[in-house]
Nanobody, 115 residues
Framework: QVQLVESGGGLVQPGGSLRLSCVVSRSIFSMDDMGWYRQAPGKERELVARISGPGNRNYADSVNGRFTISRDNLKNTVYLQMNNLKPEDTAVYYC?????????WGQGTQVTVSS
């Protein structure tokens, strides 16, 4: 069993920044892809960013150049640095990993971008 706990969400004005954290209950050293997803009201959950074990990164076109995903294997934590936030970034953000054939999700953290 793997637990993921996200934090760092909140209310921010357009153009502002937030850093999300996802703490995993076991070592992520052997976990390959870890990702951040988001789901806005009335929309499907979508991939925001993904990072592999060796550190290869992929981003959704809508966030490329504004968001940065990183991982700290010693702290069992994955981060999402979000800069120049826009109202359309408003969503619940979820952390996800896969371990021994199963997908595990966190409970989500709300990000609201509004003036």
């Amino acid at each position: 069993q793997v637990q993921l706990v996200e934090s760092g969400g909140g209310l921010v004005q357009p153009g502002g920044s937030l850093r999300l954290s996802c703490v995993v209950s076991r070592s992520i050293f052997s976990m390959d892809d870890m990702g951040w997803y988001r789901q806005a009201p009335g929309k499907e959950r979508e991939l925001v960013a993904r990072i592999s074990g060796p550190g290869n990164r992929n981003y959704a076109d809508s966030v490329n150049g504004r968001f940065t995903i990183s991982r700290d294997n010693l702290k069992n934590t994955v981060y999402l640095q979000m800069n120049n936030l826009k109202p359309e970034d408003t969503a619940v953000y979820y952390c996800k990993t896969a371990f021994r054939g199963y997908d595990y999700w966190g409970q989500g953290t709300q990000v609201t971008v509004s003036s």
